[in-house]
């Protein structure tokens, strides 16, 4: 029983991180119709990013938070407005492809500054723990889940309550009319784009403190993002951090009851069924542009 | 006649053809004026043309003497002329309050806009009742009743709408009509096109008849009813017509 | 770690490198491989890009330095020798088409071995087709030796399962009182790491050890807390990881936040990297991990402080950090050149008979490989004292004795 609880501890912990991941791969599908391939190296961009702050200047990784975030959402909103903007009109074939190849070119720059080496971020509290009732709670990873679940509000807020948010909703349920009505739908897209790499970034700085990355790290984060996105319902916020938490909590206990070896056969058996069962995900509606 | 908006020997289309062969129009300032004709005629587009989504290749439309052609949608927003598209243009998961707010969208202050909103609210009792429900659960005829309280939030001159009785039932047809008749006595122009040219002509004011790109007929709406020739072509023989050009209407990008 | 994902890449990259050769390949003046004469030429894969980039730069320059000194002191029985790289992008698709082009169009005297197991297994094979010696030193893992190639010779002192067991040597060396009583083995599904954790399971099986845990994940785990915790649920005295590196580390990270601490704890790959793996677990957490090795610039091992001066004179860097591939693949160098000095001859027959029999001292220690090319002999312990990794077993060769059991993470 100590074992199982502890074992639920950890992988809500590392669930919340990965919502805070997935929540910008729905905000850019459900805004602009985009499956964002390069989402995860956007991650790993925000780790390098937090890395280098740490070991150079001696800026806490979670204070980096407030670099990566804006040059994130800098370089996602160029990263649109250059590349994915002239394919508007035929966006929905040709933007998977584009993402990919930003994700591919993304992570060649990253090797040619980085190296191909592992990387981690080793702070004086990385290994440090609360125990609560006899359960380990590592700080790195609680402050990782606050955070993660603070931002995720704020997106939350950003989206409902303010007229940005007002107008990135209406652009992904009728873009024309949006525009009928004074929206500069290309901007929105850009920005809307931009706030989902930002996300990434913030998300990419604590991954950096969680575990330890190299380039190639976002071919296994974008698996797994869009597996959660799938499993909650593309473009669902609320589907997003319940296909975060199903995740990180299955493998967390599967990993520890059962086998590491089929820690993540859970998850992907779930998501096959899913997949039959209510192909528009858990959360998922039919109705298009639902966020 | 005070002439609010001015159509001159507009010509435009979309990229593989030209659909306004040189229209001309005057829609004068505080009545209804409402365009008819068959399938494919170019009344569509019409309102396109105005309201900047598609480009005018020759000609112009001016309002109030200002030229509106070559002005961005957002530009000829600000100018004051609103378009409520004939497919269904609410944000189903926004609610009917968010709904009524982007009509506002363009105004930077925000709180003009809540005001405008609760002046709107006041007016419009479906508004109140629906306040909190998403848009897209609605029926068709109250969902047309927000979008022209939507259009109103800019206080505009002028209001382009696009088939507002298309799908709806008898009862909620007759409160569209009312709701833009009033809007009209209020002191705004409207620009309607429909399709059930009968009813259309019976609330406007003023009419013209468009007919492959060109303004065929302008005149007073209750001389258009009496009129044997528009009678016979139009008003009886809808269905015939309707039947000659089954999917020109439906050219749009 | 290798994961479908980076298999996937190793494609890509596969196919970008196939387009730029196809593209810009001219065909390579066509040689005699009967010349004995002018330059002994050889062909050497290696992974400048993909996963493997790193080692695999270390691999080159080890047969750099090779070459540059047996061609200062005039070659190889009067022949210099001329090296040709490729790059092979860490891909096992890739290095085969790269051997073949060096045996069947460029006609090269001989070949070397390609880093990892993963490359040198599907290389080897290749040339063992041609007839060709494949003398290798970065490929040592159980499947490189279970093809049963007649014309493999690993340059090592060890394969990876009997390296290990430098480890069970010395538990079992201990006096019954102090040996650890259960087990817990936590293994990366790896070709090198999981099967020497699991060969040493079951020794101490059989010396009466308690397994208490043993478990395989898989390389694209991303957290091992919950195989730690599992671990710790079961309190054992010893654990020995089948680590590679970042889940090694990963797994020290773990221990510490869950506040377990193993008396006995040896990670099979990881702690013996001595710039990584203090830098990413602590310096201060590094006290009393056990790993074992082939290699360490200061090992005593003849030949050895010449070759680390040679390194630094020509490439430079401090001693310490000078990867063991590069040890490796000089190695290899030092074998052909044993073939040369004590045959007379350099062609690829004499060399698979030669290397197959005696034993031959390089700056890895004595090579001495069974009839499928698997060497004989064991690594060395080592122990994070004080910061320094320090070699602790056999004390034939230790600089200081095991400190154990296991201090308590600071």
Redesign the interface.
């Known amino acids: 029983m100590?074992?199982f609880i502890?074992?639920i501890i950890?992988?809500v912990l590392?669930g919340g991180l990965y919502a805070l991941m997935t929540s910008g791969l729905t905000l850019t599908f459900g805004t602009m119709r985009i499956i964002n391939m390069a989402q995860g190296v956007f991650v790993v961009c925000g780790a390098y990013i937090g890395f280098t702050l740490f070991n150079y200047l001696h800026i806490d990784p979670f204070l980096s938070i407030l670099v990566s975030t804006p040059l994130l959402f800098a370089i996602g909103f160029t990263l649109q407005t250059f590349l994915l903007k002239p394919l508007r009109h035929d966006a929905h074939r040709l933007s998977l492809l584009m993402t990919w190849a930003m994700a591919?070119g993304l992570?060649g720059i990253l090797s040619f500054i980085f190296?191909?080496?592992?990387r981690?971020i080793?702070t004086t509290y990385?290994?440090?723990?609360w125990?609560i009732a006899g359960y380990?709670i590592?700080v790195?990873?609680a402050l990782a889940f606050l955070l993660s679940v603070a931002i995720l509000v704020g997106m939350y807020l950003l989206l409902t309550r303010t007229k940005f948010g007002r107008s990135v909703r209406a652009v992904s349920q009728r873009e024309s009319a949006a525009k009928l009505l004074g929206v500069n739908t290309d901007r929105t897209a850009a920005l809307a784009f931009g706030l989902g790499a930002a996300t990434a970034g913030a998300a990419g700085a604590m991954f950096g403190l969680?575990?330890?990355f190299?380039p190639?790290s976002?071919?296994?984060l974008?698996?797994r993002l869009l597996a959660i996105c799938v499993i909650g319902g593309l473009g669902s916020n609320a589907g997003a951090i319940a296909g975060a938490v199903i995740l990180?909590l299955s493998?967390?206990?599967?990993?520890?009851?059962l086998?590491?070896?089929w820690?993540?056969v859970p998850f992907y058996v779930l998501l096959i069924i899913v997949l039959i069962a209510r192909p528009q995900g858990l959360f998922g509606v039919r109705a298009r542009g639902a966020i | 006649m005070d002439t609010c908006l001015e159509i001159r020997q507009v010509v435009s289309g979309y990229g593989y053809g030209t659909v306004l062969r040189g229209a001309t129009l005057s829609v004068p300032r505080h009545e209804m004026t409402c365009l008819i004709g068959p399938n494919g005629a170019g009344k569509s587009t019409l309102l396109r043309a105005i309201s900047g989504l598609i480009a005018v290749q020759s000609g112009e439309i001016l309002l109030d003497g200002m030229a509106l052609q070559g002005l961005t949608p957002r530009q000829i927003l600000e100018a004051g002329v609103v378009h409520v598209p004939q497919d269904r243009s609410l944000f189903p998961t926004l609610s009917v309050w968010e709904n009524l707010l982007m009509g506002g969208y363009i105004i930077r202050d925000n709180s003009e806009v809540r005001r405008r909103a609760l002046a709107l609210e006041e007016r419009f009792p479906t508004i109140r009742q629906f306040h909190h429900s998403h848009a897209g659960s609605l029926s068709g005829g109250q969902q047309r009743i927000i979008e022209f309280a939507r259009a109103l939030m800019l206080e505009p001159k002028v209001v382009l709408a696009d088939e507002p009785s298309l799908g709806l039932d008898p009862k909620s047809r007759t409160l569209v009509f009312e709701t833009l008749t009033t809007m009209s006595r209020d002191g705004i122009t409207v620009l309607l096109v429909e399709q059930n040219a009968r009813s259309a002509l019976r609330v406007s004011d003023h009419a013209a008849v468009l007919e492959l790109g060109t303004v065929r007929i302008e005149d007073r709406a209750a001389n258009l009813l009496d009129n044997p020739e528009v009678g016979r072509l139009y008003l009886g023989a809808s269905a015939a017509a309707h039947r000659r050009l089954p999917h020109a209407e439906h050219v749009r990008t | 770690m290798l994961?479908?994902?980076?298999r996937?890449?190793s494609w890509?990259l596969a196919i970008g490198l196939c387009v730029g050769v196809a593209a810009c390949g001219t065909p390579a003046p066509t040689s005699s491989s009967a010349a004995t004469k002018g330059p002994l030429t050889i062909g050497i894969s290696v992974s400048l890009t993909?996963?493997f980039?790193?080692t695999g730069k270390a691999a080159q320059l080890g047969y750099q330095l090779w070459a540059s000194q047996v061609n200062a002191k005039g070659g190889v029985l009067g022949r210099q020798v001329q090296l040709t790289f490729a790059d092979d992008a860490s891909s096992p698709t890739q290095v085969v088409t790269n051997y073949q082009n060096f045996i069947s169009r460029d006609n090269v005297d001989l070949v070397f071995g390609p880093y990892s197991s993963l490359l040198t297994l599907a290389a080897a094979k290749v040339a063992n087709r041609y007839g060709y010696a494949f003398v290798e030193g970065a490929g040592n893992g159980p499947s490189v030796f279970a093809a049963h190639l007649p014309n493999l010779i690993d340059a090592g002192p060890a394969t990876a399962i009997n390296g290990a067991q430098v480890w069970g040597d010395y538990i079992l060396s201990l006096p019954a009182d102090q040996r650890p009583k259960t087990a817990a083995y936590?293994s990366l599904?790896d070709p090198f790491s999981q099967p020497a954790a699991a060969a040493l399971q079951a020794r101490f099986e059989a010396a009466g050890i308690k397994t208490v845990y043993s478990?395989?994940?898989?390389a694209?785990?991303?957290?091992?807390?919950?195989?730690i915790?599992?671990v710790a649920?079961t309190n054992p005295d010893m654990v020995v990881s089948g680590s590679q590196?970042?889940d090694g580390?990963?797994q020290v990270?773990a221990m510490?936040?869950?506040?377990f601490n193993p008396q006995f704890l040896f990670m099979t790959n990881g702690p013996e990297n001595p710039v990584?793996f203090p830098?990413?677990?602590?310096a201060q957490?590094t006290q009393g991990i056990f790993t074992s090795d082939v290699w360490t610039y200061n090992a005593p091992i003849p030949g050895n402080t010449a070759f680390v001066q040679a390194y630094i004179a020509k490439f430079g860097g401090d001693p310490s950090q000078i990867d063991s591939t590069s040890a490796q693949t000089y190695a290899v160098g030092q074998l052909i050149e044993a073939v040369a000095a004590k045959t007379g001859k350099i062609d690829n027959a004499t060399i698979i008979a030669t290397l197959h029999q005696g034993s031959y001292q390089t700056v890895v220690g004595v090579v001495s490989v069974d009839q499928y090319g698997a060497p004989k002999g064991s690594q060395f312990l080592e122990e994070w004292i004080g910061g320094t990794l320090t070699i602790v077993y056999p004390p034939n060769i230790a600089e200081h004795a095991p400190v154990i059991p296991k201090p308590v993470?600071p």
């Open positions: 100590h074992l502890q074992a950890l992988g590392t591919i992570e190296g191909t080496d592992f981690g080793l990385q290994n440090s723990s125990t380990e590592p790195v990873r969680v575990s330890s190299d190639a976002h071919y296994d974008i698996g990180a493998e967390s206990l599967v990993q520890a009851e086998s590491p070896a820690s993540s | 994961s479908t994902g980076t996937l890449r890509i993909g996963d980039s790193n936590p599904d478990q395989i994940y898989p694209e785990t991303t957290s091992l807390g919950g195989v915790a599992k649920s590196d970042a580390w990963a990270q510490i936040q869950q506040k990584d830098k990413n677990v602590g957490n993470w």
